[in-house]
Nanobody
């Protein structure tokens, strides 16, 4: 079965950086489209970043230029490097794998203090 385990969240001051990791099992990240989404209380989950099986990347306008999605095929892991963090980036971040359907991880909390 597919399992996605996020890690790397935490508390950081505005302007700081964090790197989130998504360790995948039961699915190969290099041949599937992988995404990061986030959710704040009372709001719908929103798209953050994606990397296709071909290596193309796409970002939400709100994070473009600050966040970078990447993957390590050998570790079967996807990353989200987040720089210049803002308080509005505070959310639970979810890793998503698409293979005929979406598979979601359990999420990791990111809190950015002002």
């Amino acid at each position: 079965q597919v399992q996605l385990v996020e890690s790397g969240g935490g508390l950081v001051q505005a302007g700081g950086s964090l790197r989130l990791s998504c360790a995948a099992s039961g699915i190969i990240v290099s041949i599937n489209d992988m995404r990061w989404h986030r959710q704040t209380p009372g709001k719908q989950r929103e798209f953050v970043a994606a990397i296709t099986s071909g290596g193309s990347t796409n970002y939400a306008d709100s994070v473009k230029g600050r966040f970078t999605i990447s993957r390590d095929n050998a570790k079967n892991t996807v990353y989200l490097q987040m720089n210049s963090l803002k308080p509005e980036d505070t959310a639970v971040y979810y890793c998503v794998a698409n293979n005929w359907r979406d598979y979601w991880g359990q999420g990791t909390q990111v809190t950015v203090s002002s």
